[in-house]
């Protein structure tokens, strides 16, 4: 099955946006490509000259996979509270990754040292939960904070909290991506 067409599905509903009109025949595609209508979770991933430009997803499954892609498309172009909304020329110049996530699972462990030891980098995207606060790196962050104590700091301080909320002891769930990217 030929999952590069995730990525001309994400390409043209940013697309749709600038253009005002369909572009994607939704019904044709799933057609042409099953797998597209599995319920998978997505995230997209945008950058331009390497830099991150949006990057929106889902933790769990909750629609088709060519509906995820292409409302996480839409959000990471357009909505992500981090970037203004992307431009037409911006757009000319965007990569784009979509990483199909599998289902999440809860990682039993006693201490950080123990953390340490069952987490996989590079292979493990980690979502931290504590009290209302939330927050998950996808496995592709490894290349960026390679250590797993800079990992888990940065992690803690995009859900909101302290460079060293493991002392708290949070909830961790594992999970894995598939990326395919342009």
Known sequence: MDKKILLKIARASILEEFEGKKLINRDELIKEYPFLAEERATFVTLKIDGNLRGCIGSILPRMPLIDDVIY?????????????????????????????????????????????RKVV??????????????????????????????FFGHLCMKAGMNGDCLKYHPLIYTYQAEIIEE
């Not at 590079?122 to 931290?128: H, M, N, T």
């Open 72 to 116: 996480n498309a839409k959000q990471a172009a357009f909505s992500d509270p981090r970037f203004p909304p992307l431009t037409p020329s911006e757009y000319e110049k965007i990569y784009i990754e979509v990483s199909i996530l599998t289902i999440p699972k809860k990682l039993e462990y006693e201490d950080e040292k123990d953390l340490k």
């Open 121 to 150: 980098p590079k292979r493990d995207g980690v979502i931290l939960s504590l009290a209302d606060k939330q927050a998950t790196f996808l496995p592709s962050v490894w290349d960026e904070l390679p250590l797993f104590e800079i």
